[in-house]
């Protein structure tokens, strides 16, 4: 069974349709990737799916259960929502650390406040997100005191304390310097090896290549392909999945 | 040495009451500005008109002023409703005061301006705030209190400092306002030895008194500023 199901998603921002019909599915332990242009619709995508925006239709459904029908939007009370979220992490381009809480107590908020256990489990749980990341001597540290590369990897952390069934990584190696992306894609591919199912948002297409077990190519709020790398990368069907792959190909 | 001890004691003495001024306008007007910041921000355009106008009121006529309609402007408008005929409990129990008591008058016309003035920075602060903070705490699964309180607060906090230690220290020099209304502060107290023994320099005495207490709430502001120095937003 699909761990996430997409029907039909319909997103418009004022009248301008930015999500025009998304359908897609996803195993668990797969990993997504989608690319295409800026504008094409990747990043209203993933707010769709983490309730950051509401698509006026469509459904959502994740193992099995329906979680989001755009027909019953403004009858869903903002709890549910809260509840239904927690099925999705996201992981943001601009990491969005809570600068006056250490590394350890980042990650602790949420599953504290959410009554995840004890405090001891949710501490013990946090470290060993932390070790995964790569931070333990971090631990203590402020958001400030740490470089980009590393932010990213205690968002990263953050997310997956919450264990959501899917991790969506709104482009996380944009903001940051280039030498500093190698550790936070490294990181992605290891949580792959560790069955975690996710959606990447990205313009490093080397690392959607190499990670990823479905490409979703979009164009104008549309999936123009969509398929296994070898399909998209090595065998693009569409002109214009050929046209972006050529131009960003170009850039190097 | 005699009239030195004396004028010092005198002079304590109407520090005490500008001091209790101070206090008392920051305790009622620091939560009262969040709550009125919070009006100013608001979904619902009429509440937030409503709010923003009497901002601008407030903000836009004197203190001096604000004291006077709020000390004699109850009893007035009181005594002119019983001329008019009218008879309610509530009507002539305020037009039997005569006069509000003094310091209440105070107390009520500094918290409220005061509130207007913070509100304003809070607002300010409350904006400065990224999206992404929000929005990290929408995806963790946390109620909008939760995120006010947990995530966006202390941050606020930490920007507001500056503007509102500024503000702090214009409130300990605007209490000599309450003289206006013979509410008895370290000025008037000072003007009194003008009045009783035609001695001047007790008034510029009390500015040694303004000068010390700034000087410590500068300290402590500073103080707070290096504590929340630890982190960055």
């Known amino acids: 069974m699909a761990v996430l199901e997409v029907n039909n998603l319909k997103k418009s921002f004022d009248r301008t349709e930015v999500l025009k019909d998304i359908s897609f599915s996803l195993e668990k332990g797969e990993v997504l990737s989608i690319i295409g242009s800026s504008g094409s619709g990747k990043t209203t995508l993933l707010r769709c799916l983490n309730f950051l925006e509401r698509a006026e239709k469509g459904t959502i459904a994740v193992n099995g259960k329906e979680i989001f029908n755009g027909e019953n939007l403004k009858k869903t009370p903002e709890s549910v929502i809260r509840e239904n979220r927690l099925h999705f992490g996201l992981v943001f381009q601009s990491f969005n650390l809570f600068p006056q809480y250490t590394v350890l107590q980042n990650i602790t908020l949420a599953p504290t406040l959410l009554k995840r256990g004890t405090p001891e489990e949710i501490e013990e749980k946090a470290k060993s997100l932390i070790a995964r990341v790569g931070l333990t001597e971090k631990t203590d540290f402020y958001p400030c005191q740490l470089s980009g590369g590393q932010q990213q990897r205690v968002a990263i952390a953050r997310a997956l304390a919450l264990t959501p069934d899917v991790l969506c990584f709104d482009e996380p190696t944009s903001a940051l310097d280039p030498e500093l992306t190698g550790e936070v ?32 190519f979009m164009a104008d709020g ?23 792959l050529n131009s960003s190909l170009e850039q190097f | 040495m005699d009239q030195f001890l004396r004028v010092t004691g005198n002079l304590l003495e109407g520090f005490g009451m500008t001091l209790q001024i101070f206090a008392i306008t920051l305790a009622f007007a620091l939560p009262l500005g969040l709550i009125i910041s919070f009006g100013s921000m608001s979904k619902f355009p009429p509440l937030r008109w409503l709010v923003k106008t009497f901002v601008w009121i407030i903000r836009g006529t004197p203190l001096m002023l604000q004291l006077i309609v709020i000390y004699y402007g109850p009893g007035l408008a009181a005594k002119w ?111 009194a030895f003008i009045k009783r023994d035609g001695l001047l320099w007790p008034l510029f005495y009390t500015a040694v008194f ?7 709430l500068t300290l402590l502001f500073n103080y707070i500023e290096k504590k929340m120095s630890y982190f960055r937003s």
């Open chain 1, 185 to 216: 894609l490294k990181v992605i591919r290891d949580l792959k090896n560790g069955d975690c199912t996710m959606i990447v948002v990205t313009h490093e297409m080397e690392f959607a290549k190499s990670v990823s077990d479905k490409i979703m």
């Open chain 1, 222 to 244: 549309v999936i123009e392909e969509m398929g296994t790398p070898e399909e998209v990368f090595g065998n693009p069907k569409s002109e214009k999945t050929r046209a972006f």
């Open chain 2, 81 to 191: 409703a019983q001329s008019l005929g009218s008879s309610f409990f509530l009507i002539d129990w305020i037009a039997s005061w005569t006069l509000m008591e003094r310091f209440t008058a105070v107390a009520v016309s500094f918290v409220i301006n005061y509130a207007c003035y913070f509100s304003e920075i809070y607002r300010g602060g409350i904006e400065s705030i990224s999206k992404g903070q929000y929005e990290a705490g929408q995806v963790l699964g946390m109620t909008k209190t939760q995120i006010f309180f947990k995530v966006v607060l202390l941050q606020v906090v930490k920007r507001i400092i500056p503007p509102m230690s500024n503000e702090i220290i214009t409130l300990v020099k605007d209490t000599s306002l309450a003289r206006t209304i013979a509410v008895y502060e370290v000025i008037w107290q000072a003007q």
């Open chain 2, 210 to 216: 303004y000068l010390v207490f700034s000087g410590i």
